[in-house]
C-alpha cells in the first residue's frame, strides 16, 4: 500500500523559508509525477509545483515561480519542496500527491492515485 507523509510545515515571518518533505513507501513504479498542492479553508485545492520523477522535469504555477523549487531524491523517495521569500498569501495547508500514470504532469493536473495528510504552513508577522 502506498503510503505519503509530509514534514516540514511550520510557522515562519514573512521573507522566512521552509522546506517540506514528501516520504514515499510503498511504491512498485520507476517513475511517478509528484506534486505538491495547497488548500486554505473554504477555498479549492491548488496545484503548486510538479515534477516527473523519470526525467527531473519540473513546474509551477505562477504565484510561486521564483520563490518555490520542486525536487525528489529517487533513491530515498521523497520529494521537497523549499518555499523561500514565503508572503502571508502562501498560508494553507500543503499536500503531497504523486500518481504513476501518464498524463499531464503540471500544477493544472487534479487527478492523483495518492495524497498525503499534509503538513500547515502560517506565514505571519
Known amino acids: 500500500q502506498v503510503q505519503l507523509v509530509e514534514s516540514g510545515g511550520g510557522s515562519v515571518q514573512p521573507g522566512g523559508s521552509l522546506r517540506l518533505s514528501c516520504a514515499a513507501s510503498g511504491y512498485r513504479y520507476q517513475t511517478y509525477c509528484m506534486a505538491w498542492f495547497r488548500q486554505v479553508p473554504g477555498q479549492e485545492r491548488e496545484g503548486v509545483a510538479t515534477i516527473y520523477t523519470g526525467n527531473g522535469y519540473t513546474s509551477y504555477v505562477d504565484s510561486v515561480k521564483g520563490r518555490f523549487t520542486i525536487s525528489h531524491d529517487n533513491a530515498k523517495r521523497v520529494t521537497y519542496l523549499q518555499l523561500n521569500g514565503l508572503e502571508p498569501e502562501d498560508t494553507a495547508m500543503y499536500f503531497c500527491?504523486?500518481?504513476?500514470?501518464?498524463?499531464?504532469?503540471?500544477?493544472?493536473?487534479?487527478?492523483?492515485?495518492?495524497w498525503g495528510q499534509g503538513t500547515q504552513v502560517t506565514v505571519s508577522s
Open positions: 500527491a504523486g500518481d504513476q500514470r501518464g498524463g499531464s504532469c503540471r500544477p493544472s493536473r487534479t487527478v492523483f492515485n495518492y
